[in-house]
């Protein structure tokens, strides 16, 4: 059992290139999350998916894309990154279930430096 | 607008003390309230959460309090060891709202030998 895994770790990109943030999580959760942690701030949410097929705008969704691609992966997506999207990305997921307060689990980060 | 403070902001103790870190929290409608901890390099780790109704949680020699009234929390840490070393996040979740869970902005702990 992983739990929540992230690929890559690191990764530096130049202003403009695209790539793709991969999560998954083997836990058989339905909700899933991206968050973003800068200095001095607390983690923000990007996009987040309630259950497989859905998905929806977080708090700072601009210049990201997300896919939840089946019940275990959501991936991000940035198409044209910028030097402001430089961050630690966190994927997370939580089970949903009748209004019971569960767990949300995160994965390690990914560490993203744009030049 | 719904927000979550915490203090200190950074908190250096020798080894085998004790200390509490305060979290105060503007969110409503409130839903419960949890404690993170985050090592450098990993992602955050559930400590305790507590709910409305419950007002002390303890988790080995994590223990936490909340005071729905005065919407505060603390996490008090009883003889400190090396290993607790790292970043205590208080995090406020909404029963509304799109953005549910509110994070703060973390008590950076270092324990000293």
């Known amino acids: 059992n992983a739990g929540v895994t992230q690929t890559p770790k690191f990764q530096v990109l130049k202003t403009g290139q695209s790539m793709t943030l991969q999560c998954a999580q083997d836990?058989?959760?339905?909700?899933m999350y991206w968050y973003r942690q800068d200095p001095g701030m607390g983690l923000r949410l990007i996009y987040y998916?309630?259950?497989?097929?859905?998905?929806d705008k977080g708090e700072v969704p601009n210049g990201y894309n997300v896919s939840r691609l089946n019940k275990r992966e959501f991936s991000l997506r940035l198409e044209s990154a910028a030097p402001s999207q430089t961050s630690v990305y966190f994927c997370?997921?939580?089970?949903?279930?009748?209004?019971?307060?569960?767990?949300?689990?995160f994965g390690p980060g990914t560490r993203l430096t744009v030049t | 607008k719904n927000q979550v403070e915490q203090s200190p902001q950074s908190l250096i103790i020798l080894e085998g003390k004790n200390c509490t870190l305060q979290?105060?929290?503007?969110?409503?409608?409130?839903?419960?309230l949890r404690w993170y901890k985050q090592d450098t390099g990993r992602g955050p780790v559930s400590l305790t959460i507590?709910?409305?109704?419950?007002n002390t949680k303890s988790n080995g020699r994590y223990t936490a309090t909340l005071d729905a009234d005065t919407k505060q929390s603390s996490l008090h840490i009883t003889a400190s060891q090396l290993s607790d070393s790292a970043s205590y996040i208080c995090v406020v979740s909404s029963s509304s709202g799109t953005y549910k869970y509110i994070f703060g902005t973390g008590t950076r702990l270092k324990v000293l030998a």
């Open positions: 507590m709910t409305f109704s419950e």
């Open positions: 997370a997921s939580k089970l949903t279930q009748g209004g019971q307060n569960y767990e949300q689990y």
């Open positions: 836990m058989n959760h339905n909700s």
């Open positions: 998916s309630a259950s497989e097929g859905t998905t």
């Open positions: 979290c105060n929290y503007t969110v409503s409608p409130f839903s419960n």
